[in-house]
């Protein structure tokens, strides 16, 4: 009989881990292995067989899983457990549209708080994403400049909030970018971002995010009328 491919045998895992990292730990190796494909769409997640893997206790195996769920990288499906979500939704440009709302929101609280020190990491980031090559590790940057601008807002559940939908983005242009050639142009609009930021014209930057924002609405709508069957 053959053997059955294990898709957590790509997970490796460093010896032993103290009990209050269990669940970080879990999440963030999940994490990777979702983003860089090494576990596809479909995927079921099995928390016995995570238990074992990492040696430890269902809890945080369960606490793991149920965070990657709220980020959107699992989904729940009944008769079969957590299995990875598919890379987008139907429901990607209404998540588009909320991320509009939250991020314009996060801005406005934000920019009047952001430091010179704020604006040279953001700045970092730009210049990272310039000469980064690995589309991977394109999207991570992208997540991390946004959350570089939208930092200061005092409201921390509007934050993580944003967090979700950043991460959601980042495995689907971790796929698409390269396909769809994005990277030049979100380059320009994130330094017309950061100029806008750095002159306190809260209503430019806005304005700035919201092109950006619908360059993504774009390039979804394109991929899902690719994925339709052609009509004839
Ligand atoms: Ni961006």
Redesign the pocket.
């Known amino acids: 009989m053959a053997v059955k491919n294990n898709p957590l045998s790509s997970i490796e895992v460093a010896g032993p881990i103290p009990a209050h990292l269990a669940r970080s730990v879990i999440e963030a190796s999940l994490r990777n292995a979702i983003l860089d494909g090494r576990l596809p769409c479909g995927t079921a997640i099995r928390q016995q067989a995570l238990a074992t893997l990492f040696g430890v206790s269902r809890m945080p195996v369960r606490e793991a899983l149920r965070q990657l769920e709220a980020q959107g990288l699992l989904q729940t499906v009944q008769h079969k457990g957590a299995v990875v979500a598919p890379l987008i939704e139907d429901d990607a440009l209404e998540t588009y549209e909320l991320r509009l709302l939250l991020e314009t929101q996060a801005l406005r609280l934000s920019l009047p708080l952001l430091s010179e020190e704020d604006f040279e990491v953001a700045a970092g980031y730009i210049e990272a994403l310039e000469v980064e090559t690995d589309w991977s590790r394109m999207g991570t940057l ?1 997540r991390q ?2 959350q570089a601008l939208y930092c200061k807002a005092p409201n921390k559940k509007l934050l993580a909030l944003i967090d979700e939908g950043l991460i959601e983005e980042e495995r689907f242009l971790r796929f698409n970018l390269e396909q769809m050639n994005l990277g030049k142009l ?1 380059q320009d ?2 330094r017309a971002l950061l100029r806008h930021a750095r002159a306190r014209d809260i209503e430019a930057c806005i304005k700035e995010l919201e092109l ?1 924002l619908h360059r993504g609405v774009k390039a979804i709508t394109h991929y899902l009328d690719k994925q339709k069957p052609k009509q004839p």
């Open positions: 992208n400049f946004h979100s609009d994130h950006h």
